[in-house]
């Protein structure tokens, strides 16, 4: 696909296809696909007139075949649509496959992104109340737009942080995917099978050995939908069909699980509380018994329906076990790394000196089941142990990384002992003790009001305010953080933007100081509280302004 | 805490108790000093175990004369372990509270699969492989001629046991399976062989059913045990079934197939043994003359070869004369095979007593009964005179021996049935059965020989219906029920779809597809409510199986899956095991499951569902016993004329029993709790719920039993939601859990007293 240099500028300009004669609105014209976005410009412009963001866009929807016009439809959330008509005669089916592919794999990418983007919002507010009531004092009163709120808060912490750093939790595997790709009928002696990502991905997990046979087939031996249509007609989906002995693909695949069930089957169970192979003490001996004897090498005596009778139960089995392995695999990953690091932290801190005894699984689960915990008195509740990697740290806190000067406990010991010693031998040399008066002045500098004390005429206003000004003196105090730290991270102003947002910051400052400190100073007054409480966030507001002033009148000589 | 029960101070180890356990101790208390047999239902969950051994050991140390020694019986390898666990807390609580070293011997005892640490035996997968290899090391000519050749292998573990664990006693303490293992690793002794040494002078020895209740096994391990023992067998609510499971036989043509090739094997030995050593043969027979009291050197070690008829029955006369010689005795059992042979060609049911099979073998090739009766010992003399060293290859004539045995020993009274019948309609495939109808042989002398024997399971409703079938008169039958604080189990009978359509396991209906489908959706609507593990029982496997099948046609699993993943039961232990531990997982990282089990089978018999592996029991019909088998309408036939019991009364009870057994899976002590459905409508009926543990019955109101779907699924919202509310201490403290003092208080003890209901 051909790029036009007009239009890139930038990373996410960058087009991934291009489409001629698309009809919009009847008119002539460009589709470009874009990393980010998908735009139409009509013939002979340079200009788009219609750009979606791909986070905008719901859905696609394809016109059905046979059809004469050729078309494609986009959904956004807005509930808005609009329709392009591929119009290149020759070329119009393969143009709109192309486009709908692209889409198709691009779409799924980027509403994840939003939805995780909202979610990740929303969990940040409703962790930190700070923000919350920040953003019911700045957003929700109108201060300042949501955008610009989340402007720069997001990029801060974490949504990217937490992707790229594999915190987030893998989504585990529907029991039912195979329900949802039930086959529908067409209505002419066809079936239909809905396929999506999700579901692939799914198979693709679940069943290891099907993923292997799709890269060693697909695209070299067949294209995707004829593997999945084999797929479908395989007796290894079908697994309540005997197998018909026809040679598929797949058929290797139901051996491979066959010997992975066995395997399974033969590793035994960990816990012997469930192995009922040993649940029973002395059988008794063959020919013994009411049980009717088990009828010997029965398989062929079987009839067909209770073969496959019992192929769905194993099936079955075979299933949930293999989602139930999808699911902790991801699990088993995500802990890998820490599991190690705490391995290797373990060797040089001190946790393996409380000589953590492990008692054999067989142990635990006898215990576990005689136990009655409510006979039980408190004693026997089970508490978590603290897991010490250095228990010199955790008793004397975090120390300064020098370490000449860091001290443990033995030290610690030796100098009580020495100081104990000394002080034993300690004999008060009264000739040599301070002068009166100096001993005197001393006591008064460090009492309360004193040179050494006056940190502590600050905490008078604990004592003279009231709490429910002092905790909106807090809030205002933080709203005007926020917005003072939008303001300065103007500067130095050097595009459009940023002048553009300094100016509204501005006047930003300025509704705050007339909606919120104003009202609030004026209360101050009416109940005959000092004034100079807001006198601090004034000055900050006043030292923006001068920085405001400055930066205007120098931009305006510039300009004459 | 220190009880006073009935003036006997007892240590409970725990700091609070259930009203009921101390009702319970009660009622085993008189029943010990009545030097009586009892029969006890307590809920599971409850602390049955925990209560009887309290009480017994107590009694023990009170009264050392009376009671020197307690045999507990349970059934499976985990319930053993877990007593001794049990044990073990209570002797630590006493030694902590006395100060006083515990001087108890209590130990488990198993089967040598779960004792053996000799590495090469050990280390086989069977019980039956294990048990042979153990022989052909341990046998007593094989030891024997290890010492005229030393490159004769044996077990040195054994030896060295043999040589000097028997002058030293084991020291007191609790030994579980596990603990018996690395004493023996410490000392180089035959674990196996040093506990069944051992339960002669232990105080509390713990084993499984069969080790008293098999009489091929009771023989070898439990014949000299005191007199003066208390023996309890827990959770025996199967006890009948596993009485005459030990007492019946089964014989397929394969069976006489490889008989025949014993009967060769047999000969060629004695023939070449003749020319090399015929003075062996003579010895044999000469000891075999002066009677079989001789014959028991040395046969500690010899397993197999025990004799199927109880202790006594053994035969206090000789050998016939007909069967002495060796020659004479493989032509008696050729013949025997033969006749055998020819009644297995016929292509009819056939339904004999033993008279008749008696008089009708006398009659076409003349054995007489007197050499039936003693063919197993017979036999048994002669493997050990022809030093047979893979005894287990021998089981086919070992089987036909026994059979002969005990066709001929139990004939009065008509306790033995049989039958030809064939599998398939296509291929011949006759067997013989030779059932035990009569429970109470087997147990008989169990009865007759220990001072007390007490019957106890969280279900054995209706109570008096097991002193019946085992002939045994207690002195107590009680049944206690849970007290609770909140109603922590939840009875639902549901009787019909949305669609009004009867909901019922019966044959009739079974099938239809209106039927399976009302069991679907009740399934699927449960699992989209209960939180994580749902257990759903059928009544057989076959039943299981289609349902599975069109439920999968219908798509039903397929939404089901939606919600929960399934598991299900299998007729493969090994598979079925991998299944459980499965299942156990999902349900633990909060996917929830669904297991698909079938009642009657190991799952529902071994395995316990506490709290969230378990928070509803669905039971899809009633799990009747195939009442179409002759060998079943033969037992019935027996319990009514001997017993007078009505054959529809002892199927309900069987059925009853079992769903019981099902359901209660789920409980597993008051902080537990969980749903129980009964999807039938025959539940509703009196005779049905009657049967019921009264503990279950407590809880069917009236407004639930006969409920639609959507009907269940509104009240077991409504129960989940209570239930998950948070329950602590406080709120069971004084109701159904007491302190001390609570439970020393005139008003507590009135109300105790009510808890148990007398039979």
Redesign the interface.
């Known amino acids: 696909s051909e790029s036009d240099p007009n239009l890139i500028s930038s990373e996410s300009y960058l087009v991934l296809l291009v489409v001629k004669r698309v009809r919009q609105r009847k008119q002539d014209g460009t589709l470009y696909l874009m990393a980010e976005r998908i735009a139409w410009g009509p013939e002979g412009k340079d200009r788009f007139t219609v750009s979606h963001l791909y986070a905008d866009i719901r859905c696609q929807k394809i016109s059905p075949d046979g059809k004469a016009k050729i078309q494609l439809q986009l959904v956004l959330h807005t509930g808005e649509s609009t329709t392009f008509h591929f119009a290149n005669e020759s070329t119009a089916l393969k143009d709109r496959d192309a486009t709908k592919e692209l889409l198709q794999q691009l779409l799924p990418k980027f509403k994840k992104k939003a939805n995780k983007e909202l979610e990740e919002k929303n969990r940040m507010l409703q962790e930190d109340p700070v923000l919350f009531q920040l953003y019911k004092d700045l957003v929700v009163s109108q201060v300042i737009s949501a955008e610009e709120f989340w402007a720069n808060r997001l990029s801060l912490s974490s949504v990217e942080h937490s992707i790229s750093n594999n915190n987030k939790q893998e989504v585990?595997i529907?029991?039912?995917f195979?329900?949802d790709i039930?086959p529908q009928t067409d209505g002419c002696n066809g079936l239909r099978y809905n396929l999506t990502t999700d579901i692939i991905e799914s198979i693709f997990r679940t069943y290891p050995t099907v993923k292997q046979k799709y890269s060693e087939n697909v695209p070299h031996n067949m294209t995707e939908k004829e593997f999945w249509t084999r797929f479908f007609q395989s007796h290894y989906f079908h697994r309540?069909r005997i197998s018909t002995g026809l040679q598929d693909i797949f058929s290797e695949c139901a051996k491979q699980d066959e010997k992975g069930?066995k395997s399974?089957?033969?590793q035994?169970?960990?816990?012997?509380?469930?192995?009922?192979?040993?649940?029973?003490?002395?059988?008794?001996?063959?020919?013994?018994?009411?049980?009717?004897?088990p009828?010997?090498s029965n398989s062929s005596?079987k009839s067909l329906?209770?073969n496959?009778?019992?192929a769905?139960?194993?099936r079955?089995?075979h299933h949930?076990?293999m989602?139930?392995a999808a699911?902790?695999l991801c699990v088993i990953f995500r802990d890998a790394p820490s599991d190690q690091a705490s391995e290797t932290s373990s060797t040089d801190g001190n946790s393996r000196d409380s000589d953590f005894f492990q008692p054999p699984l067989?142990k635990v689960k006898?215990?576990e089941?005689?136990e009655?915990?409510?006979?039980?008195?408190d004693s026997g509740r089970k508490t978590i142990s603290l897991n010490l990697k250095k228990s010199d740290r955790y008793s004397h806190g975090p120390t300064p990384l020098q370490s000449q000067h860091y001290t443990t406990s033995q030290d610690i010991i030796t100098s009580i002992s020495i100081i104990q010693h000394e002080m034993r031998s300690y004999k008060p040399r009264l000739t040599q003790v301070m002068s009166s008066s100096a001993a005197s002045s001393a006591i008064i500098a460090l009492s309360p009001g004193g040179v050494l004390m006056q940190g502590g005429a600050q905490q008078t206003i604990n004592q003279l305010v009231p709490t429910d000004v002092q905790s909106e003196l807090k809030h205002l105090y933080m709203a005007a953080g926020e917005l003072l730290r939008h303001f300065w991270s103007c500067f130095p102003v050097s595009t459009p933007f940023l002048e553009e947002k300094v100016v509204k910051m501005k006047s930003n400052l300025e509704k705050f100081q007339v909606t919120k400190l104003r009202p609030f100073q004026e209360k101050i007054q009416r109940q005959y509280l000092s004034t100079n409480l807001t006198g601090h966030l004034e000055e900050m507001l006043q030292a923006a302004y001068n920085k405001f002033q400055a930066w205007q009148t120098r931009r305006m000589m510039r300009k004459t | 805490m220190k009880l006073n029960i009935e003036g006997l101070l007892v240590y409970f180890p725990?700091?609070?108790?259930?009203p009921e356990q101390y009702s319970y101790m009660l009622e085993l208390k008189r029943t010990l000093d009545a030097k009586g047999h009892g029969v006890l239902e307590m809920p599971s969950g409850t602390?049955k175990?925990?209560s009887l051994l309290s009480l017994i050991v107590a009694y023990q140390k009170a009264y050392p004369l009376e009671v020197t020694k307690l045999v507990y019986c349970s059934r499976?390898?985990?319930e053993?372990?877990?007593v001794v666990?049990?044990l073990r807390?209570l002797m630590d609580y006493y030694a902590k509270q006395t100060g006083v070293k515990n001087d108890f011997l209590a130990l488990a005892l198993?089967?040598r699969?779960?004792l053996c640490i000799h590495p090469e035996v050990s280390s086989l997968r069977f019980?039956?492989e294990v048990d042979g290899k153990c022989h052909s090391l341990t046998a007593s000519y094989i030891r024997a001629q290890h010492h005229s050749n030393p490159c004769q292998p044996v077990c040195q573990f054994f030896e060295e046991f043999d040589a000097v664990g028997r002058q030293v006693p084991i020291p007191p303490g609790i030994f579980n399976l596990?603990d018996l293992k690395d004493f023996g690793r410490r000392k180089g002794w035959c674990p196996y062989f040093l506990a069944r040494y051992a339960i002669l002078h232990a105080n509390i020895v713990v084993?499984?059913y069969?080790?008293l209740l098999?009489p091929k096994?009771a023989d070898l391990v439990s014949k000299e045990l005191a007199k003066k023992s208390v023996v309890v067998f827990d959770e025996a609510h199967n006890i009948d079934?596993v009485c005459?499971?030990?007492m019946?036989?089964?014989?397929?043509r394969?069976?006489l197939d490889r008989c025949q090739t014993n009967v060769e094997t047999l000969q060629n030995t004695i023939s070449r043994i003749k020319e090399t050593d015929a003075a062996k043969l003579r010895e044999e027979y000469m000891r075999l003359v002066e009677g079989l009291k001789e014959a028991n050197v040395a046969r500690e070690t010899d397993i197999y070869l025990s004799n199927p008829v109880l202790p006594d029955e053994i035969l206090q006369e000789a050998v016939p004369g007909s069967i002495r010689t060796a020659e004479h005795f493989v032509g008696f059992i050729k013949r025997f095979l033969e006749y055998l042979k020819a009644r297995l060609r016929i292509h009819h049911v056939v339904q004999e007593s033993a008279p008749q099979f008696l008089k009708d073998i006398y009659e076409k090739v003349c054995i007489d009964r007197k050499p039936l009766r003693f063919c197993a010992e017979r036999l048994r003399s002669l493997l050990r005179t022809l030093e047979i060293a893979d005894i287990a290859d021998f089981?086919?004539i070992t089987?036909i021996s026994h059979f002969a045995t005990l066709v001929s020993t139990y004939s009065k009274g008509n306790l033995y049935d049989y039958d030809f019948h064939q599998?398939?309609p296509?291929?011949a495939?006759p067997?013989l059965?030779f059932?035990?109808m009569d429970p109470s042989i087997a147990i008989k002398p169990v009865f007759g020989r220990f001072q007390s024997v007490i019957i106890t399971s969280g279900t054995l409703s209706p109570l008096d219906i097991y002193p019946r079938i085992l002939d045994f008169r207690p002195v107590t039958m009680a049944s206690f029920t849970m007290t609770l604080a909140r109603t922590c189990l939840c009875p639902l009978i549901v009787g019909r779809g949305n669609d009004q359509v009867a909901m019922t396991s019966k044959f009739e209906t079974r099938e239809d597809f209106a039927v399976i489908r009302n069991y679907g959706n009740l399934l699927l609507e449960m699992s989209a409510i209960v939180p994580d593990g749902i257990v759903a029982f059928f009544t057989s496997y076959i039943y299981m199986?289609?349902i599975?099948?069109s439920w999968?046609?219908q798509?039903i699993?397929?939404?089901i899956?939606?919600n929960?993943?399934?598991?299900?039961e299998?007729q493969?232990?090994?598979?079925?095991?991998?299944?459980?531990?499965?299942y156990?997982?999902?349900c633990e990282?909060g996917?929830g499951?669904i297991l698909l089990s079938v009642a009657r089978g190991?799952?529902s018999e071994?395995?316990?569902f506490v709290h969230h592996f378990g928070r509803a029991v669905i039971m899809f019909g009633v799990p009747y016993v195939y009442t179409q088998?002759r060998?079943l309408k033969a037992r019935l036939e027996y319990l009514r004329d001997q017993f007078q019991i009505r054959e529809n009364d002892f199927l309900t009870f069987d059925a009853m029993r079992h769903a019981a057994q099902c359901v209660g899976r789920a409980i597993r002590?008051?902080?537990d709790y969980g749903l129980m459905i009964f999807a039938d409508k025959r539940y509703a009926r009196a005779d049905k719920r009657g049967k019921l543990p009264r503990w279950i019955q407590e809880h069917l109101t009236d407004g639930s039993l006969n409920l639609t779907i959507d009907e269940t699924v509104q009240l077991s919202k409504h129960f989940l939601r209570q239930m998950a509310q948070p329950f602590r201490?406080e709120d069971?403290l004084g109701l159904s859990?007491l302190t001390l003092e609570q439970l020393q208080s005139e008003d507590m003890l009135q109300k105790i007293a009510q808890i148990a209901q007398q039979a």
């Open positions: 585990g529907s029991a039912a195979l329900a039930r309540d069930l399974m089957v033969t035994g169970v960990k816990n012997p509380m469930v192995d009922l192979l040993s649940l029973e003490d002395k059988t008794l001996d063959e020919g013994y018994g009411t049980a009717t004897v009828t010997t005596n329906r209770e496959s009778n019992s769905i139960i194993k079955f089995n949930s076990a989602v139930l699911g902790l067989k006898l215990q089941a005689i009655y915990d409510d006979l039980q008195g | 725990y700091d609070y108790i259930y602390g175990t925990i499976t390898v985990p053993i372990e877990k666990e049990e807390k198993s089967s699969k779960n019980g039956k596990d084993y499984s069969h080790y098999d096994i079934n005459i499971d030990s019946s036989v089964n014989i397929t394969r069976t089981s086919a089987l599998k398939t296509t291929i495939n067997v059965h059932s035990c199986e289609n599975v099948a999968y046609e798509g699993l397929e939404n899956q939606r929960k993943l399934i598991f299900i299998t493969d232990a090994a598979e079925t095991s991998m299944a459980l531990e499965k156990q997982e999902a990282n996917r499951a190991k799952v071994g395995i316990d088998s060998i002590g008051k902080t201490r069971q859990l």
